[in-house]
């Protein structure tokens, strides 16, 4: 009986809706409008004609038959959701569905590709014009700011070659993660996504080999964190960099004390960004190697889904 009810989509709607009004954790009513207005017109008719992920290691041929299932594309989607917003697991999921665990996880795996490559084509890198245009008064100060920068980090499950766990082993997290460098314009929204690389990987590196530094034009201001010692590359492209000053006397001048809680004030929304991204709990606790070869795209979605939250900066 309790699985009859969570897959009847009517009902799970009307549950979401009523969680809203109770708690932010499990879901908002922007997800739901999310949910509503991706499957009428945007993914529901391109996902009538996907083929299903059947595993890394079978043949092209046999990858690209269609998947025998009885779930409608609609609930498939809403299970998609609920494992990225409420992290559910996928034995919990496919209960709930009354499939098994394995369809499930093609399901999911299908679903973030698909999302990946119809996302990524309504976030593209902005023009200056266009972060100009949306700049808010608070930011007026930093002429052409075109980007505020920080990494974050995700737990990994420990993987069992050695090189592979060096190169993941976080010092900072003491834990193998994977590492993403995140940049946003200034009225909040993730203009830039790296993909995961090894938790050991410097911000400097992270940056060098993401690729962020062609999206630059001459001109740009880049924000970040001292961490991000990155001043002679955006030199090279004739950009500038704003970093809180380095102590360099025996206390701070009064001007480098403004200039420092001046940038820490603005830089707080990336921050505040990244703290959404994490709201959606697939990330809490350890990220199973089986989904590693989707990280880069599973955390590259999530993250043009908070574009489509409410502006972080008025």
């Not at 594309?73 to 709930?96: S, Y």
Request: charged share 20%.
């Amino acid at each position: 009986m309790l699985n009859f009810f969570f897959c009847q989509r009517e009902i799970i709607v009307i549950g979401l809706m009523t969680n809203y009004c109770n708690s932010y954790y499990h879901v908002t009513f922007l997800h739901f409008i999310i949910f509503s207005t991706c499957n009428s017109s945007f993914l529901l008719p391109k996902a009538q004609n996907m083929r299903y992920w059947n595993g890394s290691s079978t043949p092209e041929f046999d990858r690209q038959r269609p998947l025998q299932t009885c779930v409608p594309l609609i609930d498939q989607f809403l299970a998609v959701l609920m494992r990225l917003k409420v992290g559910l697991f996928v034995h919990d999921i496919a209960d709930r569905f009354l499939i098994s665990t394995s369809t499930f996880s093609n399901i999911f795996v299908t679903w973030i590709c698909l999302m990946y490559e119809e996302l990524s084509i309504i976030n593209r890198y902005p023009s200056r014009d266009l972060v100009n245009q949306t700049m808010p008064s608070s930011f007026k100060k930093f002429k052409n700011l075109r980007v505020i920068l920080d990494c974050t980090e995700i737990y990994i499950q420990r993987p069992s070659n050695l090189i592979t766990q060096n190169l993941t082993f976080s010092n900072y997290k003491q834990h193998n993660t994977l590492k993403f460098l995140i940049g946003i314009t200034p009225s909040g929204v993730i203009s830039f996504v790296s993909d995961a690389w090894g938790g050991r990987i410097s911000d400097r590196q992270l940056v060098i080999k993401s690729g962020f530094l062609d999206m630059l034009e001459p001109g740009d201001n880049i924000m970040a964190d001292k961490g991000f010692t990155i001043s002679d590359l955006l030199k090279e492209r004739k950009c500038t960099l704003n970093i809180p000053p380095f102590k360099t006397k025996d206390q701070f001048s009064v001007e480098e004390v403004f200039n420092t809680q001046e940038i820490a004030k603005l830089r707080i929304h990336v921050e505040r960004k990244i703290g959404r991204v994490k709201d959606f709990h697939i990330f809490d606790g350890v990220m199973p190697l089986s989904l590693a070869p989707v990280a880069s795209k599973c955390f590259k979605v999530v993250c043009w889904l908070t574009n489509l939250d409410i502006p972080i900066v008025d």
